[in-house]
Nanobody, 124 residues
């Protein structure tokens, strides 16, 4: 059983930056691909970014490409999401997720474990 705990969310103005962290425990972190997703009230959870087990390959949603960057530190069992040039439409609860043996899928159903989420609010 893997536990994931997100942190780093908050309130920021348009154009600002935040860095989300997701600390993992209870499993072999390097055996998991990791992903970030976000969800707004009344909407489905949507893919943001994912990274392979060794950080060798990362993918980002078109809506965040060039602004957000996913990375990971296997020595610290942590995955990060650096968010720059934030826009009001980035406002959502952000979740990290772990996919055992995966390759960094864009699909919610590919992931085995989820964190509790962290709120990001971008004011205009």
């Amino acid at each position: 059983q893997v536990q994931l705990v997100e942190s780093g969310g908050g309130l920021v103005q348009t154009g600002g930056s935040l860095r989300l962290s997701c600390a993992a425990s209870g499993g072999t972190f390097s055996s998991y691909a990791m992903g970030w997703f976000r969800q707004c009230p009344g909407k489905e959870r949507e893919f943001v970014a994912a990274i392979t087990w060794n950080g060798g390959h990362a993918v980002h949603a078109d809506s965040v490409k060039g602004r957000f960057t996913i990375s990971r530190d296997n020595a610290k069992n942590t995955v990060f999401l650096q968010m720059n040039s934030l826009k009001p439409e980035d406002t959502a609860v952000y979740y990290c997720a772990a996919d055992h043996g995966g390759w960094g899928s864009r699909l919610v159903e590919a992931y085995d474990y989820w964190g509790q989420g962290t709120q990001v609010t971008v004011s205009s």
